[in-house]
């Protein structure tokens, strides 16, 4: 099991951390370990204690711990589970590549990363140990001869095998340091073996077949294989060279050419495929086909070409797609007698192959297959091997020093060494450790030293070393002696924990903490074993010690009634492995009943509940303001759904909440509300008002308290209605809650009854001044009657009969006018108090005009004016006789008072479809633009004297335009000064079906 770490995020997990199968790390949000479980501490083989506090990418290699802070970063923001696959490093410097899964728990805001499966083990030191057994010489276990020189043609290393060789053909002995050239006596050797290490340097891969003597009995062949050596930098260094010694098989293949026909069942059992071809040429003696004569069984197993079906048949009759390439070299092959070495790769078998083709007799050929499947993979494996171990050894997380065992002076250290401590390779290569003081502590130094004596190797032994700038880090040294071709070396790994120990000062001093918290916290945490015995508890009931209650059972310390609801909750979450809530009632003698939520973790050990924590925490406060609060919500939601008025809620662009009263102000239902904006449901000429007012609401500013604007409704209607806001939350984000109100007949209403006043109000204005105007009209005539009266009887009493007369036709003229304006006056006032009633008839308006002119010829006669009639001989309309006779008797009245003697006045028509015009046209005085406003308006009422000194009553025109629209017509006057004037009115035209 885990060591306790005092968190409490950690010690809710840990029960459960150990019940998991695999290996699994805990850690906070930003990566820094919690917990682990027994599982990852024997992985790491290290305990609790020396994890907690760390972060999570210090136990992966260097170059893969940017991309697991990465991996953390994209799950906590995310929440989403990540798989991938990371190399591990454990504390006795294991690397173990395993497939992790990485998952996130928002409610702790904790990490969970869980081994998946683990899919191999590599050393670091063992790395190493292969590593200069590769790069520094070559392995004396290799068959075959293997050597390598560097740029200038020296002996870098080389095997025995090599060395036994150079010895046998050439006489010589090798060591290392002097010129390859200097060992090999033959210059045809020398020339061939420069000219291939010169293209090796120059970064190719070669291969090439070596003969080492002309006489037969001493010759030997060889298959020399020119590989470039590179270093960290990519740069080449020197060239390996692989030598495997063919003569047995060029002997064996020479034997088996000459006694392949003597010896048929040594060619049937043979492990290389054999097969012997006739060559087919053109006209022009040119290569074009070959024909198989024989084959073995290995070469039909190897190219999967049956005999019966292959003898007698060519090769493009068995593979049409042959290159003819290959024919060109195999056809070269058996006319020139030269033969062609290659190598070949068959997926089918999973093996590599060598295969010659040789000139069995002119015109003839013959291929043989060798499997080199073992050479190819050395090869291979041996370059990997280079690669992988100088990668290895570069990028271990580890700080890697190997100094001579007998000098002490530092020959090689990896780049760890430059980030842990900021030492270059250029500070440390060549000098001792004492040089360098990189030990803190010479007393430590030389307690190591006498270990390692000792034993041959010390692990994680911690010491002091100082850095590069003085300052001191705490590491772990592991070292053990190595031999690198016969010298002693002492490999040593440094491991830094400065960060771990502070870490473990501080996690002593929160254990402490975490107990004061645990023993405080106002939840009660008890511990039961599996025969509900109790083992551990935080608050001692009153009266009662610990010793006393440790081992007795649930029942006893609580009731039997909580002791069944505990064994059902630990039973339920033993069986899922997972913690269980409950959430129970305990009644009370003396006071209303207790709430409790529990939960119940269970502990597993091996595949066994062996005891069960119980974290209990009193809800009774919550349960009650839950009750109260689920009331609260009921009563409030009756009182929002059967509101008279719209309750929103707003927050963005659609509504957060609407109540029912709102689908039926705007028509829409509850689905189609839920997705309208509900800018879409205020008049385009209201919305700045209603938006500006929202977003200064939601700012918290100042704003209307209630306006009205025009609601659009899904039948397209606008209906007004009166909205009132205020600021809310919702939901923990800033809200407007609206309250709306339907006051449309109500604006309706008020806006008719202000217009009906306003009218009133100006109808009585006009009247009170038309009045004042009339008065003012009567009582000049009136007042002439009377002074002409006075003058009159003094006259009659002087018997003078000239003035009487004179005054006489005055009187009689002033009565005239005032007679006249009293008719129009009460024409006037039985129009507007409806006793005036129009009676339309069917009537020829041509008629009329001529009876308007007989009335008055005299007036025309007597200021020699002219009346012409532009007319039909029928004009019928559908109009009041003698409402349209007093118009046109005003309007020709008006033209003869307003045209100079020997005038012209002319009275026209014109008629559509819709309507039926009549225009009286005079070329008088005419009227300037003020005037031509103030007719038609009774209280603007004129009086103007015509050209005669002519008096009018100033009602005619009034009387014309009450006329006229009682006919639903209408009246419009054009003049100019001096120009004449011309007065024209419309009534509804007459269409005879």
Not at 167 to 187: M, N, P
Request: with cysteine; proline share 2%; net charge negative.
């Amino acid at each position: 099991m885990a060591e306790n770490t005092g968190n409490p995020i950690a010690e809710r997990y840990g029960l459960l951390l150990d019940a998991i199968p695999l290996p699994v790390f805990l850690t906070d949000s930003e990566g820094k370990v919690l917990r682990i479980n027994s599982h990852m501490a024997e992985f790491l083989e290290l305990t609790q204690a020396k994890v907690h506090g760390r972060a999570l990418h210090e136990f992966v290699v260097d170059d893969q711990q940017q991309r697991l802070t990465e991996m953390i970063s994209s799950v906590t923001a995310g929440g989403r589970k990540i798989k991938s696959e990371l190399d591990v490093v454990a504390s006795n410097g294991l690397i173990f590549s395993v497939n992790v899964e990485l998952g996130y728990l928002a409610d702790d805001s904790v990490c969970i990363l869980s081994v998946i499966s683990c899919q191999r083990q590599l050393s670091d030191i063992a790395w190493l140990k292969r590593y200069y057994l590769t790069h520094k010489g070559i392995n004396d276990s290799i068959q075959s001869p293997v050597f390598s020189v560097d740029t200038q043609y020296r002996y870098v290393a080389f095997n025995k095998a090599h060395a036994d060789v150079m010895k046998a053909i050439y006489g010589t002995q090798v060591e290392t340091g002097i010129s390859l050239f200097d060992c090999i006596t033959y210059d045809k050797h020398r020339e061939q073996a420069k000219r291939n290490i010169d293209r090796a340097l120059k970064g190719e891969f070669l291969e090439e077949e070596l003969q080492t003597s002309e006489d037969l009995k001493k010759r030997h062949y060889y298959e020399v294989s020119y590989s470039p050596v590179r270093d960290e930098n990519d740069e080449i260094i020197g060239v390996a060279v692989l030598e495997k010694d063919l003569t047995r098989r060029k002997n064996t293949e020479a034997e088996l050419r000459g006694k392949l026909e003597q010896n048929l069942s040594l060619f049937e059992e043979m492990m290389e495929g054999f097969a012997l071809h006739e060559v087919i040429l053109d006209e022009n003696g040119n290569p074009v086909d070959y024909r198989f004569l024989e084959m073995n069984p290995a070469f039909e197993r190897l190219t999967g070409i049956n005999r019966n079906t292959a003898i007698g048949k060519t090769v493009l009759e068995l593979m049409p797609d042959t290159e003819k390439e290959w024919i060109q070299k195999y056809g070269e092959v058996a006319l020139t007698g030269k033969p062609l070495s290659f190598e070949s790769y068959s997926g089918a078998l999973n093996r590599h192959y060598q295969v010659v083709a040789y000139s069995t007799r002119h015109g003839m050929f013959a291929v043989l297959f060798n499997d080199i499947t073992e050479r190819v993979q050395s090869e291979r494996l041996l370059r990997l091997s280079e690669e992988k171990f100088n990668k290895a050894f570069q990028n271990s997380p580890y700080a890697i020093f190997i100094t001579n065992a007998d000098s002490g002076k530092v020959v090689e250290v990896n780049e760890t060494i430059y980030r842990l401590a900021g030492f270059t390779s250029e500070d440390l290569i060549g000098k001792t450790t004492l040089e360098l003081n990189i030990w803190e502590s010479l007393e430590l130094r030389n307690r190591f030293l006498e270990m390692l004596a000792e034993k041959g190797r010390v692990t994680n032994f911690e010491a002091g070393f100082r850095k590069k700038d003085g300052k001191v880090l705490t590491g772990l040294i592991s070292a053990e002696f190595i031999d690198i071709q016969g010298e002693r070396f002492l490999l040593s790994v440094i491991l830094d924990i400065s960060d771990r120990k502070t870490m473990e000062h501080s996690l002593r001093a929160s254990e402490e903490k975490w107990k004061m918290l645990v023993n405080t916290i106002p939840d009660q945490i008890v511990l039961f074993d599996a025969q509900n015995r109790l083992t551990f508890i935080n608050h001692l009931p009153e009266g009662k010690l610990m010793n006393e209650l440790i081992g007795q059972t649930i029942a006893s310390v609580y009731n039997p009634e909580i002791e069944k609801i505990f064994e059902a909750a630990s039973r339920k979450a033993g069986m899922s492995g997972s913690v269980e809530c409950q959430e129970y009632a305990v009644q009370r003698t003396d006071e209303d009943n207790q709430y409790y939520e529990s939960y119940f973790v269970p502990v597993i050990q091996g595949d066994k509940q062996t005891s069960t924590m119980v974290i209990s925490h009193n809800i009774t406060h919550r349960k009650l303001s839950d009750k109260a609060l689920k009331d609260s919500e009921e009563q409030h939601r009756l009182l929002l759904e059967t509101a008279m008025e719209g309750i929103i809620v707003t927050q963005g662009v659609r509504f957060s909440y609407f109540n029912p009263r709102m689908t039926e102000l705007t028509g829409y239902s509850p689905e189609e509300l839920a997705e309208i904006e509900f800018v879409n449901l205020i008049h385009p000429d209201d919305r700045e008002l209603v938006l500006r007012n929202y977003g200064r609401r939601i700012r918290g500013e100042v704003t209307e308290k209630s306006y009205v604007f025009r609601l659009l409704r899904k039948d397209g209607q606008c209906r007004w209605v009166e909205i009132t806001g205020i600021r809310i939350q919702w939901k923990g984000e800033p809200a407007s809650l609206s309250f709306i109100n339907d006051i449309h007949d109500h604006k309706l209403a008020l806006e008719a009854l202000r217009g009906s006043e306003a009218r009133l109000k100006e109808l009585n204005a006009t009247k009170d001044k038309f009045f004042s105007i009339i008065a003012h009209d009567l009582k000049s005539p009136f007042n002439n009657i009377v002074v002409l009266s006075n003058l009159l009887v003094e006259q009659v009493q002087s018997n003078d009969k000239e003035n009487i007369e004179e005054y006489a036709g005055l009187i009689s003229s002033s009565t005239q006018q005032a007679m006249s304006l009293l008719v129009n006056l009460l024409d006037w006032s039985r129009s507007q108090t409806g006793r005036l009633v129009c009676t339309p008839e069917y009537i020829d308006l041509v008629s009329v005009v001529n009876e308007t002119e007989a009335l008055l010829s005299e007036s025309l006669r007597q200021k020699s004016i002219v009346l012409k009639k532009e007319l039909p001989r029928t004009l019928l309309a559908h109009a009041d006789k003698v409402m349209i006779s007093t118009v046109l008797r005003n309007l020709v009245s008006n033209a003869i008072k307003f045209t100079r003697p020997n005038g012209q006045i002319i009275i026209s028509s014109r008629k559509t479809e819709t309507e039926l015009s009549i225009s009286v046209i005079d070329n008088g005085v005419g009227m300037n633009e003020e005037t031509l406003g103030k007719l038609f308006r009774i209280e603007e009422s004129i009086s103007t004297k015509g050209t005669d000194n002519e008096r009018g009553t100033g009602l005619g025109l009034i009387l014309c335009r009450e006329f006229i629209e009682k006919h639903n017509g209408s009246i419009r006057a054009e003049s100019e000064p001096g120009m004449g004037s011309v007065f024209t009115f419309t009534i509804p035209g007459f269409k005879m079906h």
